[in-house]
């Protein structure tokens, strides 16, 4: 039987990395709890059905990316979540929180998963740390999001970010200008990739963002969104920007950036960072989506949000030497004997119920099997239990790294380690 591997573009995360993943969802539940954001955790699974409206049919992520099969009696299709915004809208409809509430601020942490191309930075299960804010359609809704964002990835010290800022246009300005850059783009349609080709009826944003050079040259003279925005469209992205600049928050303005879901709407943004990424240089991307809620169901409400990935924050952050784990524990307590052993249980019980850090032996045996044990670890000290030392009330403290010992007494053992310890 050959060997059982883990799926492609699929990957174990271990410690250290593993604790890195913990640590910056933990921070960006902290901070973002500081503007409002309460945690919401939707299924993985849900139907198909729902990102096919939602993301839109024509998408990659939906056309090509998704794991999706039938399931049960009826063969319903299910898929494992591409992305939160819609599961998000769902939860959102399915439990009425519109009828309580009328601004609704939310973030979650989780897997998703696209069938893409592995490479550096690509996976087909990454994580995400994403947040929606549901109910508001002022720019300064955007410019909060945006600050708030900003100042997360400054909290965590990741380098070389830009934020890119485009606006898209709403349901008004939109038809006129998607009918100007089909008219382009049938113009140069051979010279387009098929994709491209096909593209240009089904999705013609799209084709402004396609990474291949022949596309990429042929549209230089394209029309962008940003220069066909309706009134409203216009005074919602310039308040926008005066906002930002009044939060001295840097921005390009992207005129090709589009997104790659077709629920956006307006603002639409991308964070890319210029170390430790290579290609895939987008750490962050989200926008504006007033028309997604009535699209599955529901009221015209206004939303907007974004979704970190967090794979590559980390990569971000890794190559900036940014991330620190944990240390290794600063005391290993070994024991001489069967009564050794016994006060050593006990009191690594109450050393982590005091909170300090502690490994027992948990193997016994010769002294320098123990201490060896100790040395691989990393500890600092070692605390020796047992024998005549423990008959007198008393144990043997090594510190390792000035090969050094003594003997501490048993009685307040628990305030003398702490003391040494941080004293260390
Ligand atoms: P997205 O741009 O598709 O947006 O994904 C957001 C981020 O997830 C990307 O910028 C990237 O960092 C990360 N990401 C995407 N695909 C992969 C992958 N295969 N491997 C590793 N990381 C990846 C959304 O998902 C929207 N739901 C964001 C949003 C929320 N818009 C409004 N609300």
Redesign the pocket.
Known sequence: MGKIQSVKGMRDLLPPQSEHFASLEEEAARFFQRYGYSEIRTPILEETALFARGVGEETD?VSKEMFSFPDGKDQKMLALRP???ASVVRAYLENRVGERLSLVKWYYLGP?F?R?RPAA????Q?F?I???CIGVATPEADAEMLEMLWGFFQRVGAPGLSLKLNSIGDAVCRPAYREALVRFLSGVAEKLCEDCKRRSQTNPLRVLDCKREECQAATREAPVPIEHLCEPCRAHHNRLLEILNLYQIPYLIAPRLV???DY?NRTAF?ITASQGLGA?D??????R?DGLIRLLGGPDTPA??????L??LVLVLEAAQKLSSLPPPPLFLGFFDKNGQERALLLGRDLRREGIRCQVDLRGGKLKGQLDRANKLGARFVLLLGGDELSRGVAVLRDMAASTQEEIALDGVIAQLRERLVRT
């Open positions: 992520m992305e939160g915004t998703m696209r893409e930075g690509r996976y087909r990454f995400q994403g947040a929606e997104r790659g879901l956006y991308e895939q987008a750490v962050c991307g989200g926008g989506y907007i949000g974004f979704a970190i990935g794979d590559r």
